[in-house]
């Protein structure tokens, strides 16, 4: 897979750091809550919109069964185990979302622990800023 870092976004490397950090770790995206990729490493480009989008729908029903069933919006981590993959799906801060696609052989204790810590450390980088409507002149 070819490796593609979103232009304008400085943050490519950080996602490039955690995916060589944990083993057997293939691909992370950094994307807004409603789906719009920010940062991208181990991925084409099609590859990561289609993360992206999966990233953001899961992050959406989760949201929805917090706020209907846990008392809030709020949502740490979704973990989907697939046949020969693990996807991570983790809040990074105010609007955006941290997705990490890795093998089944990957520790999901490892990978979630340097998930969060790479967010702790710069969660003010990671935050994306409301969109506003955009002004219609008459």
């Known amino acids: 897979m070819a490796s593609d870092t979103t232009s304008g976004s400085d943050l490519g490397w950080l996602l490039e750091d955690l995916v060589g950090r944990v083993p057997y770790t293939r ?12 940062a991208v490493h181990g ?3 099609e590859g990561a919109d289609h993360l992206s989008a999966v990233a953001s729908g899961l992050w959406s029903i989760v949201r929805s069964a917090g706020k209907h069933f846990g008392g809030g919006p709020t949502a740490r981590q979704v973990v989907a185990e697939l046949d020969s993959a693990l996807l991570f799906v983790s809040a990074a801060g105010q609007g955006s979302v941290l997705a990490v696609l890795a093998g089944p052989e990957a520790d999901p204790g ?21 969109r506003n409507a955009a002004s219609v002149s008459r």
């Open 43 to 45: 991925l084409d480009v």
């Open 27 to 38: 691909a992370a995206v950094l994307l807004s809550s409603d789906g719009i990729k920010r």
């Open 110 to 130: 490892v990978l979630g622990f340097e998930m969060s810590r790479m967010i702790q450390q710069v969660t003010k980088s990671l935050e994306t800023p409301a």
